[in-house]
Each structure stands twice: as C-alpha cells, then as structure tokens.
DNA sequence: CTTAAAATGTTATATTATAACATTACATTA
DNA sequence: TAATGTAATGTTATAATATAACATTTTAAG
C-alpha cells in the first residue's frame, strides 16, 4: 500500500503545492486565483481538493482564518484535531504536536463528564520573530 | 460606574436575549431571521450587535461553527479567549472556565519561544446526556 | 474488459460577513 | 440648555466563503 499522498490527483497536487510552498495559510479563494493558469477554474474545484487533503491529514484548515495550511509533520495524526500557534503580527503558523495535549484536553473534559473525540485550538500571540522586532 | 450589560442599546439587548434563551449556539442568519419582528432587518444590525456584545464579553464565538453562544458566567473574564465543550450529537455547549488553561497554553507557546497572547479551543465529543444515550 | 467508486467540470446558488454613507440618540460639559 | 463628540442606527449594496446539483471522465480493483 503506497503512501495516501502518493495518489494525489492532479488538482490534490496543485492545491498541495501552492500551500507547500507557502510561509503563512492561504484562504480557499487566494489558492484559486494563484493556480488558474493550470486548469483549475472554480471554487469547487479547490474545495474538493482541500477536502480530500484535509481528510488524508495533509493540509489543516484555521477556522478562525478561513485559512488553510500544509502540514509538515510525515504521516501527522492529526487528521481531525489540530492545535496552532498563530502569530498576530506575521500570520504565520507552528503546529504542536505529540498527544500530551489530547491526555490533557480529555482529562478537562472527564472533569465535566464530557467524552473527548477530538478538538481545535489556535493560540494567538508572537513568534519568535516578531517578539524580537517588538 | 454600571455594569457593561446595564448600558446595552436595544438592539444588542434583542440579540443578547435570543442567545441567552436558547439552549444551542445560534447563527447570525438564524437570530436575524428570529428577530425581525422586532424591528430588525438587516444582517448589519445582528452583527453589530454582535460585535459589540462579543467585546464586553457577553457573547462567545464557535469560530468551527460560525455561531454565537451568550456567556453565563457573571464578569466572564473570555473577552478574547474562549474554551468549550462541544457535543457533536446535540449541539450544546459548555465553556471551560477557569485560567488553568491559559498558563498551560503559555508554557506550551513558551517551549516554541512564542509568547502567549490568547487563544481559542473547541473540543468536540459527547456531552453526559448524549454519552448515556448511544 | 468490466464495473464501481472517486474525481472532475460546470453552472448556479447558498451562506456568512462587511463597505459605504447618511442619520439619529445620547452622555458630557461648557 | 446648547454645543459637541462618540457611539449606535438604518439602509442599500456587495464582498467573501462555501455548497448543491448533475452530467461526464478517470481510476483502480476484480
């Protein structure tokens, strides 16, 4: 069995790339202008490529944003929970990983009787970057 | 000097009693719709409401979910960060109070070498009702 | 090869949110 | 009380984000 992102299909791939290759997310229209000279002409067809990444684990979506992003993470697991660290000053995103944050989020919601599935959390503040310049 | 929530014009108070009063967050469509006669005919007037009731802290945003949900805790102290229970199954919400979470989230930013301004989290699952029925 | 599932192309439309601008309400204080 | 400045309002139009519906094509598995 070859790896999901190897069965990309050719508007997967262009949708993929563009974000691949960007430093900060990309709404769903921006990706659509930046890729109508190869072939792709509507929204839906970014949006169903963006499903379809979504699902397999390769692009997460910033739901405060509307902004969608790569990730950088081999094989991520993070196919339905994502947590971010989103920088107010040069919109750029570092994800965090490992799953001491699922143990912690399930143990919150244990407390009010509530089964964990799955969760988002963006956390806004200032990469290291711009905490210099500031 | 009065509370915040004393000084509320009209129509923010409009608003704000749809929200308090439903059991689910509400869209912003929906409330429209629920209110116009009441003298509310625009999206404009919803959202302004809106706005102005999410900066005193009365009314959250499901950023997942493009929906509104009024605050329950007297002097909520989310005006910029929110954390929530979701139930996937029946659409309640329960918001996380309490600041455990924010020096938690500011030691995670903080081994990234990020600084920690606020956030949001929105955990999904099954609420105690929905668990004990499926 | 056949066939079923997935992806595509296309047009139209639904949903969510803001721009622009003229007007009105209201608290402060001169 | 009159002047003044800020916030809120009303209204029309439009921007930005996302999906429905349906006919067609590609792809992968048997």
Avoid: W
Wanted: glycine residues 4%.
């Amino acid at each position: 069995m070859a790896l999901a992102s190897e069965n990309l299909t050719k508007n997967q791939k262009t949708v993929l790339d563009i974000l691949e290759n960007s430093s900060e997310p990309l709404k769903a229209y921006t990706i659509l202008f930046d890729i109508q000279k190869k072939g792709i002409k509507s929204p839906l067809q970014v949006y169903r490529a963006l499903d379809k990444l979504i699902e397999i684990g390769k692009v997460h979506k910033i739901e405060s944003r509307n902004s969608y992003v790569a990730c950088k993470h081999e094989g991520c697991n993070a196919k339905t929970s994502t947590s971010f660290l989103i920088c107010e000053n040069c919109d750029s995103v570092t994800e965090l990983t490992g799953n001491n944050l699922i143990s912690y989020f399930s143990k919150q919601a244990e407390k009010n009787n509530f089964n964990y599935k799955k969760h988002n959390l963006e956390i806004f503040g200032l990469c290291k970057n711009c905490k210099l310049k500031n």
